[in-house]
């Protein structure tokens, strides 16, 4: 049985390896017969169906496993392909349970059909040699099935580490909420290397990261079903949506199948049992957005300030005085408080000595975990500071923001149904987020080096001129948005990290590069793409062409 994504139909590309496996006397049959089969569901796996493409693979792996050994399945495959890095892991592990291996031969732009031929002749002579064997006990595949019920709300909750100013704030907000939560350190290379050992090595490189760090971690403790899983779960067209998938599969290869997950989202969660994680979502909601904005501000003026410090560190010291200061404000849900610690923060801010050089700015973007985590991206940012070059990352609360723009983008291109009540809701809400931003900016327009940002309606209508606003997956066309929003600011150098093979920031980054330019000629644009095997100094090399570049 052959599965495939629909352009490998064409004999072209699939460079006909279905032909060739007849020519070897099999039959040969599509996935499609199983489209209908009830016995090719979706239930009982990890995996999140929400591409029509990897359904239809894991129904044939379904459809596939416990029918007689002399009919395997095929999968052809393309390198980057979206979600196939963890799609193949799962629809191995459900053929395995009947005894059968998952067969994937990679077609890309080299023609190489004597390996094919080789390929698929190996599973034929295989499969002959597997029939005169005796017929091994067929078990049912049975994903992650764990339920986070009462007894696990005494537990703690470990969260991957995200941004050394955002992270901490996380603590207390849980506390806030009722639960108690701590924060793993920030990933090192102990964390890749535990990824790519128990994840698939072709998933985009955040994923490893966090998936290597939680794995680490629980390798780390006595006893690691004392402790339960927090992750993020955007619920988007992204892989993101499935690290919830990754990390139970993950966790079953490394042996901590006990271990409970829970998934931290404000809408619907998908593919996790969790009846007794109750938190009042205004609350959480609106502490959540209040932790973004004070963590925007204080990694602003720290990364503002560390470029021009003369005393080396004293405002990396002053964030984590200033942080540890708002704890307790943030765990008590003080607004005045908040407000107050923050407007300290800026004076104490103002004050730091400067040195007397000339200091130049890069607009640092790209994919939300790279972007903000600095052992993520090769610790390039404090490269930049190395170099006299403050850099300059968006706000996270414009990823955030962005929501209320896609809603109303969504539903006049009906791509999804509201109801006036919902678009009052979404309205009224926006208002309120504003209210609080007006607030935050007010305190931080007497920064001295404070940058103010545009309304993402603003940010959105710049973006329009150059990618349609219903490229949404991934960072989609917050990128364009962001990229506009430094040029008004008389940035005109940018940097875009992205995970290889992340598709979605690929087509959307790189391929909006000469309708930037048509906006805004002076503007110079790098894209560095990495993961688990780039050496920083290749990074920092194409840096150095971006920074040199004359305006």
Not at 486 to 513: L, R
Request: charged share 25%.
């Amino acid at each position: 049985v052959f599965t495939c994504r629909p352009y490998h139909t064409d004999p072209l590309i699939n460079q006909k390896a279905a032909q060739i496996a007849a020519d070897l006397g099999v039959d040969v049959i599509a996935d499609d017969v199983f489209y209908k089969d009830p016995n090719a569901d979706l239930h009982g796996v990890n995996y999140i169906s929400q591409w029509t493409y990897p359904n239809r693979v894991m129904r044939s792996a379904r459809g596939v496993a416990p029918l007689p050994k002399n009919i395997a399945l095929v999968q052809l495959n393309s390198f980057g392909c979206g979600p196939d890095s963890f799609i193949s892991d799962e629809a191995s592990e459900l053929l395995k349970a009947s005894g059968k291996n998952l067969t994937i031969i990679r077609v890309d732009e080299i023609s190489s059909p004597g390996s094919i031929r080789l390929r698929l002749r190996s599973l034929i002579e295989s499969m002959k040699a597997n029939s005169v064997k005796e017929e091994s006990v067929k078990k049912i595949y049975a994903g992650y099935s764990l339920s986070y019920d009462e007894e696990d709300r005494k537990k703690t909750i470990v969260l991957p580490w995200f941004s050394d100013a955002l992270s901490p704030l996380i603590v207390p907000l849980g506390k806030a909420l009722g639960y108690k939560v701590v924060n793993l350190p920030p990933p090192d290379d102990a964390s890749v290397l535990e990824g790519l050992k128990y994840g698939h090595n072709e998933v985009c490189y955040p994923a490893t990261v966090v998936v290597g760090d939680i794995i680490k971690f629980l390798k780390s403790v006595e006893k690691p079903s004392d402790y339960v899983v927090g992750i993020t779960q955007t619920g988007g067209q992204c892989r993101a949506t499935n690290y919830l998938s990754l990390l139970k599969n993950a966790m079953s290869a490394a042996g901590f199948e006990d271990v409970k997950l829970v998934a931290l989202n404000f809408g619907e969660t998908f593919k996790s049992s969790q009846p007794a994680f109750r938190v009042n979502k205004l609350k959480a909601a609106k502490w959540a957005f209040m932790s973004a904005l004070f963590s925007d501000a204080v990694a602003q003026m720290n990364a503002s300030m560390r470029v021009r410090e003369i005393e080396k560190g004293s405002s990396d010291r002053l964030m984590q005085s200033v942080i540890e200061k708002s704890l307790s404000a943030f765990e008590n849900t003080d607004e005045r408080q908040v407000f107050e610690i923050l407007k300290n923060a800026v004076s104490d801010f103002n004050k730091i000595k400067e040195k007397d050089t000339k200091i130049s700015a890069v607009g640092f973007i790209g994919e939300i975990y790279l972007k903000y985590n600095s052992f993520a991206h090769c610790e390039l940012s404090d490269w930049l500071n190395q170099q006299n070059i403050e850099y300059v990352r968006p706000p996270i609360i414009s990823f955030l923001m962005q929501t209320f723009v896609n809603s109303k983008v969504n539903h006049e291109n009906f791509l999804v149904r509201q109801s006036l009540f919902e678009r009052l809701l979404f309205a009224f809400v926006k208002k309120y987020a504003d209210s609080y931003l007006r607030k935050f900016e007010t305190i931080m327009s007497g920064f001295k080096h404070n940058r103010k940002g545009s309304d993402i309606f603003e940010m959105a209508h710049d973006a329009s001129k150059i990618v349609n606003l219903v490229n949404q997956f991934g960072e989609g066309w917050l990128i364009a948005a962001e990229i506009a929003e430094f040029a008004k600011q008389g940035i005109n150098k940018v940097v875009c990290v992205q995970p290889f093979a992340c598709i979605a920031n690929h087509v959307v980054a790189k391929g909006i590069e000469r309708k930037v330019k048509e906006f805004f000629p002076k503007m110079n644009l790098l894209f560095l793409d990495i993961d688990s095997s780039v050496a920083p100094v290749n990074l920092q090399n194409r840096l150095h062409f971006l920074i040199d570049a004359s305006l």
